[in-house]
C-alpha cells in the first residue's frame, strides 16, 4: 500500500501550489455554484499534496489488526 508521507511534505510548494488552483473570488451565487467550488478545492487539495509529498510503501503487515490473544496479554500486563 502506497500512501503519503506527511512527515515530509513540502509545505512551502504546498501553499504555492494550492495558491495557483484556487480562483482568487470564486463566483458563489447558488447552491450549485458553491458544490462546484467545494468539488474543486477537494481537488485542487488533492493535487497539491500529490505534487508536494513523497509517497511510502507501507508494508500490509502493519496495517492488520492484533490478534485478540496479543490485546488479552497487553490488558493483562497494564493491568499487573
Known amino acids: ?8 511534505t513540502d509545505w512551502a510548494n504546498f ?5 495557483d488552483e484556487i480562483p482568487i473570488k470564486p463566483d458563489l451565487h447558488n447552491g450549485v ?5 467545494v468539488e474543486n478545492l477537494f481537488s485542487a487539495v ?14 500490509p503487515d502493519l496495517l ?8 488479552d496479554e497487553i490488558c493483562l500486563k497494564d493491568w499487573l
Open 46 to 59: 488533492m493535487k497539491t499534496v500529490a505534487a508536494s509529498t513523497p509517497k511510502i510503501l507501507q508494508c
Open 64 to 71: 492488520s489488526p492484533t490478534p485478540a490473544s496479543i490485546q
Open 1 to 8: 500500500m502506497i500512501r503519503p508521507d506527511f512527515r515530509h
Open 33 to 37: 455554484a458553491i458544490d462546484m467550488c
Open 15 to 19: 501553499h504555492a501550489c494550492l495558491e
